[in-house]
Each structure stands twice: as C-alpha cells, then as structure tokens.
C-alpha cells in the first residue's frame, strides 16, 4: 500500500509549495468589521520626563473601582510628583507617588474590594485551546486573556505588560495609587492575587528597558535616579486631535480564531508545537491614525 | 457527623497556624548534597566594556558541537571584536560580531548539526508535575528545565535567560559565533527550532535593561552604540583565584522536589494557582565564594 500511495502521487502534478502562514497575515488578513476600537475613557495615556509616552489600556471589565480610581487621581493630578521608582528584572517596573501616604483626591475608595476575579456570568469566552497551569480553562474575552476558574469564575491572566495595583500584603491596601507592570517572563501567580487595571499597548519598552533597582526589592538605590512622571492623562480629555487612538481584534472573528490557531503552533518557525502559553498569544492591537 | 467532628475539633487545643512556606525556603533548607557545582569548563565569562560581567552556564547535555564551538571561539579570542548589536523588547538581546562573515578559528565546525533535541536515552527526568503546552511532559535533567517529546525525544526548553545559537532561516547555518539570550516572556516556540547551548546565571540585567534597537528587526539604528565586548573566557582557563564558581540544585535531590511543589503553587502569594509554567520554576542556582 506506502508504494501505491507513493506511484499514485508521483502520477499527480506536484503541488504548489503552501505558503507557511504566520499569526501576523492572519493578523493583516483582518475586515475592519473585526476590530473594535477601545473606548478613549479607557486610555491612559502617561507621559515621562525623557520624552517617551506610556500608553495604557484600562480594564473596567475586571476592576472597576480600581479603574475608577485610577481615572479620578489622573483627572486630579494627583500623580504630579510620581516617578518611576522600583525595577526589578525578569518582574516588574513600578511607580506612584513612592513615599507617601498622601491623602487621595475625593471619591477616591482607599479600600476598594479585591477584584481580583469576577463571574463568568455575562462574558462571551472564545477558548485558546492550550492547557494552561493556572486555570481549567485559557480563554479571550472583550480583548483580554483570561483563564476560567472552577465554580464559573474568571480572572484576567497576567501577561507581559499587565498593569497591576502594587500593595502590602493585605489584599485591599492598594487603592490604585502605585502601579506595577509586568517586564518578566512568569507572574501568572498573580492572576488571583492582585488586582488586574490594565495592560501597557504602546512605549512598553521605556519602562522595562530601565535600570534595574539595586536598593531593597529592587527599589532605586541612593545612587539612582527615579524617573519622573510630568502627567498622566485619560485620552477622553485630550483634545480631540491629540488622543492616541487603538482598536483590538475581537475575539469572536474569524480573524481572531485564524490568528489564535497560528499563533498557537508556529510553523512559520519551523516545527510547531502542540500547544502555546496563553501569554504567548496576545490578544492584537493596533493603532488607528490621530483623530483629524 | 459535621456536627460531631466540629466538636472533637474543638475540644482539641487549637493547632499553631502553619507557616506558608516559599520556594526559597525549599532551598535554604537543601543539604550541602543537594547541590551540584557546574563545572568551570561549562561557565563562560563574558566581559562588557562597561565593566559589567555576564555569567553563561553551557549546555553540552544538549548542543555538545555548538558548545565545543564556543570554547574554540572563545580560546581563540574570536569574540574581540564582538558587540552586543540586537535588543528587541519582549524576545531577545543578540551579540557576536554582527556584520561579518569572519574566518572561523581552526576547529569550529561550521555547520553543525540542528541539535534542538536528542533522545531520551541516558538521561533521569524528574517530571514537573504541571500541563505544559508545548510538550507532552515538562521535566528536569542535570540541573537543566527539559520538555518531553513524543518518541523518547527530549529538548531544552526556552526560559528567559536561555542562551541560542542565531541563525539565517536554513537551520544549519548557525556556528555559535552570533547569539542570543531571550529578555521576553515566551520564546518555547524556539525549542525545537534553534539550538539551545547555555543560560546566564548571572548579570541578565546587563542584557534585558539595554535600549532597545529601533532599525530593522531591533538592530541597532546609526545613532545608537552597540555595547563592546572586551573579553570572553572560560572559567576554567581563569587563574583559580579569579573564576566565579555557581552550583545548582539538583533535581533529584528531596529538596528540589519540595521547591518544584512549592513553587508551582504559591500559597506564600495568596491563592495558590493549580500548576505553573515550566519556565517560572527554574531550576535554582547559586554562586560560591571565589576559589582561595
């Protein structure tokens, strides 16, 4: 039969060599029907010293006090003399006012709930397809990568560039006035522990491309300059011809599940694997031109 | 019977809250025979122009030609001209001598064989205990995190820190002259595609914190500076006095197991998740005073 097989083939035309598709054509592949533009009430837009700008996706969906905190102390100003203060490799770049406590602006919740996690109840999940350690499930909802707990239960998983809230070691002392992102490989035991405010879509590199603190848990040193914040904006009260401007691919496109199955086995590397880390396979974003 | 048991619990004097222990704890309390020291012809000294040291820990278990390529380019002082050229953010940092080609020194085999796995055969795998994605088992060889293949084949897995051998899209063409260490969150689709020779053990940071490249695929544009190299040795051809010694814990030593069930599931940072990755439970390592 393996020499039928063979003779039948040889008889028929060679195929034409498939072309090995990468994430990114289905990626480019995309109708702009499959985007969906974020909203510029959730664009955090933080500008440093040196010139660079932080662009910052917020996640409502997940946290909302906490995000609604972030939106009131950046409408108050309230991050004036923050820097950038603590950088420790292969984890996490953080900043806020540091040496505080200052007293929050009002409406600020100083003691907001964990949000670490929240029903499922509600969400449309596309499912990734991997195994993932950290949950029954790794999955996309609204543009975000999230794992599914058992018991109906989602958190947001913690990727490369997620925003998290910095705190002490009870779980409701952070009220979103220091901030923490992820520049390391491995911090998906957050997931259920900290309190998920955003994702880093645009200038990720000026806070992980950073010195690295040499002082207690990786905190500048003495010796060491923090990095300024000169302001902290939401893109909604830019004006609007100065609003940075982002759309998602939609998890539920034919686009979106194109890109997940590529991305998931890349053959455009070479030999594919079974599977992907859910971080391995982020959810695309791109930026839309400046609003005219 | 809840009832009953309830009361029996009370009567009971109440027990001492448990400490929550931390993977670090696992390894403090390892014996002195759980260790391993690597031996100083596997350690490769890298030193930077600006003073800074990286330490790679060569993988011969795994890339015995490209790493026997190494120690020849590094005895012949190939590497004297060498910069660090490449840094794209979440994926790698890259140096060698960039834009040759140069005459290999006399025994580089330059075209190696692929090396990305090899058998089974030989090797003692303690499992990992957590799904791994792009494997049908994650697992530890010799102090080094390995992913099991179907068919008795094994292969190194790419963590951060993990040393390859770069190369053009034909997977021969790589001799060990240019390398790269991975600064991202999710290279394992490179493990079955780029020969795995090394890891840093120490000075990673003066790799991952360096500006990112911002000509084409993150080489470094005219007006940045590539980092020099001045010197890379091997340890062993140091003056004794002068070679830095590291050990790890090996894996089938009771406490790397009790550090791998800790560290997959980190009840010392709240909830504990139901596994981890493979790459977030590295295999611990530690420097040793200096040989008097």
Redesign the interface.
Same mark, same amino acid.
Request: glycine share 10%; with cysteine.
């Given at each position: 039969m393996p020499i039928l097989t063979a003779l039948l083939l040889a008889a028929a035309p060679p195929p034409a060599t498939p072309k090995i598709r990468s994430p990114g054509d289905a990626v480019k592949a995309a109708r702009a029907a499959d985007w969906a533009e974020i909203p510029a009430d959730e664009l955090m837009v933080m500008d440093l010293a040196n010139g660079k700008r932080v662009v910052i996706q917020l996640a409502p969906i997940f946290a909302p006090v906490h995000v609604a905190n972030l939106k009131i102390m950046a409408r108050a100003g309230y991050w004036g003399r923050a820097t950038v203060y603590r950088?420790v490799?292969?984890w996490v770049t953080q900043w806020g006012l540091g040496d505080g406590p200052f007293k929050s602006p009002p409406g600020v919740i100083d003691r907001p709930p964990e949000e670490?996690q929240r029903s499922a109840r509600g969400l449309t999940l596309t499912p990734m397809g %991997? !195994?993932?350690?950290?949950?029954?499930m790794a999955a996309y909802t609204e543009g975000w990568p999230v794992a599914k707990q058992p018991g109906g239960i989602v958190n947001a998983a913690y990727?490369?560039?997620t925003v998290g809230v910095a705190r002490d070691a009870a779980?409701d002392t952070g009220n979103g006035s220091e901030l923490f992102t992820?520049i390391?490989?491995?911090a998906?035991?957050?997931?259920?522990?900290y309190a998920l405010v955003g994702r880093v879509i645009e200038g990720?590199?000026y806070l992980?491309?950073?010195?690295?603190g040499t002082a207690d848990m990786g905190v500048y040193a003495k010796d060491q300059s923090p990095l300024a914040i000169t302001s902290v904006r939401i893109a909604a009260d830019m004006p609007a011809g100065q609003r940075p401007r982002f759309e998602y691919l939609k998890s539920g496109s034919p686009a979106f599940a194109d890109y997940v199955q590529l991305a998931?086995h890349?053959r455009d590397?070479?030999?594919p %694997? !079974?599977?992907?880390?859910l971080?391995?396979v982020p959810v695309p974003v791109r930026k839309v031109g400046v609003k005219s």
């Open positions: 950088v490799d292969n670490y %991997s !195994p993932d350690p950290y949950s029954s990727c490369y560039g779980p992820v390391g490989a491995t998906r035991r957050l997931d259920r522990n990720m590199e992980s491309a950073l010195p690295r998931s890349r590397y070479g030999v %694997s !079974p599977g992907a880390d971080c391995a």
